[in-house]
């Protein structure tokens, strides 16, 4: 029997595994989070991504796809409409693993699989339109220019930098202070 591209089989023949990781990937849509042994979140993690790449994708063809794995209509409905929805301007990663411990009976090693719903930050959109705008002005001007502006926009930031070190410290001294000088009235 050959093995399978992404590691061992879990518990079983191939046809188990593939019922296995459909019920799995259901479940997870359905309440957005499992528990269940790392080794399956790590093996369900690609199939769910897949399905949710299907679901952003809309068409008639990929819905029927994901209808040949997992049967429930409103299941695939709700995949289709809301994760969709929610996982638009995520271009992968709607998935995230965290280990929680061991289970108590046979101390396996478990983990919660949850999907990511959260939008993308508004800070991680601006340093990807930074990084894009100055990939272009970099191929438009020329090396030795590029490089002068990154080196006194380097100065620029190490100065704030040390400034807001400064009255942070300043902040957290006199609250000290202060705390000490209460400490010795009520005394």
């Given at each position: 029997?050959?093995?399978?591209t992404?590691?061992?089989?879990?518990?079983?023949g191939?046809?188990?595994?593939?019922?296995?990781?459909?019920?799995?990937?259901?479940?997870?849509?359905?309440?957005?989070?499992?528990?269940?042994?790392?080794?399956?979140?790590?093996?369900?993690r690609?199939?769910?991504?897949?399905?949710?790449?299907?679901a952003?994708r809309?068409?008639?063809s990929?819905?029927?796809?994901?209808l040949?794995?997992i049967?429930?209509?409103?299941?695939?409905?709700?995949?289709?409409?809301?994760i969709?929805?929610?996982?638009e301007?995520?271009?992968?990663?709607?998935?995230?693993?965290?280990?929680?411990?061991?289970?108590?009976?046979?101390?396996?090693?478990?983990?919660?699989?949850?999907l990511?719903?959260?939008?993308?930050?508004p800070?991680?959109?601006v340093?990807?339109?930074?990084?894009?705008?100055a990939?272009t002005?970099?191929a438009?001007?020329?090396?030795?220019?590029s490089k002068?502006?990154?080196a006194?926009?380097?100065?620029?930031?190490v100065?704030?930098?040390?400034?807001?070190?400064?009255?942070?410290?300043?902040?957290?001294?006199?609250?000290?202070?202060?705390?000490?000088?209460?400490?010795?009235?009520?005394?």
């Amino acid at each position: 029997m050959p093995t399978p591209t992404k590691g061992p089989r879990l518990g079983g023949g191939a046809a188990h595994e593939r019922l296995m990781l459909a019920n799995l990937s259901a479940a997870l849509f359905e309440h957005k989070r499992i528990t269940t042994t790392v080794t399956k979140a790590k093996r369900l993690r690609p199939y769910a991504e897949r399905l949710v790449t299907f679901a952003k994708r809309g068409d008639l063809s990929s819905r029927r796809r994901v209808l040949a794995l997992i049967s429930n209509k409103g299941l695939v409905h709700e995949l289709f409409t809301d994760i969709a929805s929610a996982m638009e301007n995520r271009d992968g990663g709607y998935t995230r693993i965290t280990k929680i411990g061991n289970r108590k009976g046979d101390n396996a090693p478990m983990a919660v699989i949850e999907l990511v719903m959260e939008p993308v930050s508004p800070k991680q959109a601006v340093v990807s339109e930074a990084n894009n705008a100055a990939k272009t002005d970099a191929a438009k001007s020329d090396a030795a220019g590029s490089k002068s502006v990154t080196a006194t926009d380097d100065a620029e930031v190490v100065e704030a930098d040390v400034e807001t070190e400064s009255t942070e410290a300043d902040e957290s001294n006199s609250k000290a202070e202060d705390s000490a000088a209460e400490d010795s009235e009520k005394k």
